[in-house]
């Protein structure tokens, strides 16, 4: 079974930082996307960072100057560096994986970690 693992969510105050990492399990196929979405309380998920096989990266502009993706250990673990939270960063992040064939291309998700910044 292919499996998502998000960890590194918590409660910081404002201007804090966060690592959040994803590990991924059981994939067929190759990664070719992966990314980092977030969705608010009563609020639509939102793509806030993703990278590619290739290593090209994209952010929402609302992190592009604070968040940082990357990936490790041959693309199975991803990495969110958030710099200078604030309290509209507030959310349950998600990971999202595209891999498979190239034929078959599938899409996958995490569980979520909330990451909550208050003072």
């Known amino acids: 079974q292919v499996q998502l693992v998000e960890s590194g969510g918590g409660l910081v105050q404002p201007g804090d930082s966060l690592r959040l990492a994803c590990v991924a399990s059981g994939i067929i196929g190759s990664i070719s996307v992966m990314g980092w979405y977030r969705q608010a309380p009563g609020k639509q998920r939102d793509m806030v960072a993703t990278?590619?096989?290739?290593?090209?990266?994209k952010y929402d502009d609302s992190v592009k100057a604070r968040f940082t993706i990357s990936r490790e250990n041959a693309e199975n673990t991803m990495y969110l560096q958030m710099n200078s939270l604030q309290p509209e960063d507030t959310a349950v992040y998600y990971c999202n994986v595209v891999a498979g064939y190239w034929f078959d291309p599938r899409d996958y998700w995490g569980q979520g970690t909330q990451v909550t910044v208050s003072s």
């Open positions: 990278i590619t096989l290739d290593g090209r990266t």
